[in-house]
């Protein structure tokens, strides 16, 4: 089956700088990658996403790249906020399977 | 976009009880809703996928006697953890696509809190 991996667990930015996950997947049939943002007890939002047909994906400060060649995504945050804060999970999905990456601690320091 | 309903938000138990979780799918049909489930600081880690009519597929080491998923009308499926231990105690989440677009977006339910005592 899928396996998704993402990293970094944690990662600490200054307010304005950007910050970038990287996730990567091991089912060449995965077509469909979103990025949820979760905070604490709350359900995940989506945020971006991206089929597999497209190289990148662009919505205002967010971003998000896919190779599918190396199988692997990222996901860019510009000009990042302390709202930006949460825990960020990358899935890679496939034929009604959605495999969820282990998530990503964002804190953004003011 | 699609609203998933789920409840209750948050439920303490003792040991050995049972406890229900609903998701309610409000404005889609949902053929088919995934049932996560996240411990602290991990990520969603799917128990199952249920399928209207017919039963559900578990996940290798999730036991389908515990948790008991029913998914008997388009519009609810629900999770019952039935003789629940302290740990079992999780944030249980479903999630459905919405059928009517290209199946892939999953909407999320707001979760449940389980604390078994």
């Known amino acids: 089956g899928e396996n998704v991996e993402q990293h970094p667990s944690t990662l600490s930015v200054q307010e304005g700088d950007s910050a970038v996950i990287k996730c990567t997947y091991s089912d060449s049939a995965s077509n469909y990658f979103p990025w949820y943002k979760q905070e604490l007890g709350k359900r995940p939002q989506l945020i971006i996403d991206?089929?597999?047909?497209?190289g990148e994906k662009k919505d205002q400060r967010i971003a998000v790249t896919l190779n599918k060649t190396a199988k692997h995504f990222s996901l860019h945050i510009t000009e990042t906020q302390p709202e930006d804060s949460a825990v960020y999970f990358c899935?890679?999905?496939?034929?009604?399977?959605?495999?969820f990456g282990a998530g990503t601690r964002l804190t953004v320091k003011p | 976009g699609a609203v998933v309903s789920q409840h209750p938000s948050w439920v303490i138990c003792k040991s050995g009880t049972s406890v229900k979780i609903e998701c309610r799918s409000l404005d889609f049909q949902a053929t088919t809703m995934f049932w996560y489930r996240q411990f602290p600081k991990q990520s969603l880690m799917l128990m199952a996928t249920?399928?209207?009519?017919?039963?559900?597929?578990?996940e290798q080491g999730v036991e389908k006697d515990k948790f008991l998923i029913n998914h008997a009308s388009l519009t609810l499926s629900t999770l019952t953890v039935t003789s629940a231990h302290p740990e079992d105690s999780s944030f249980y989440i479903c999630?459905?696509?919405?059928?009517?677009?290209?199946?892939?977006?999953?909407?999320f339910g707001s979760g449940t809190q389980l604390s078994v005592l």
């Open positions: 999630s459905a696509p919405d059928s009517r677009g290209t199946n892939e977006k999953l909407f």
């Open positions: 249920s399928n209207e009519g017919s039963k559900a597929t578990y």
């Open positions: 899935a890679a999905y496939n034929n009604n399977d959605m495999r």
């Open positions: 991206i089929r597999s047909n497209v």
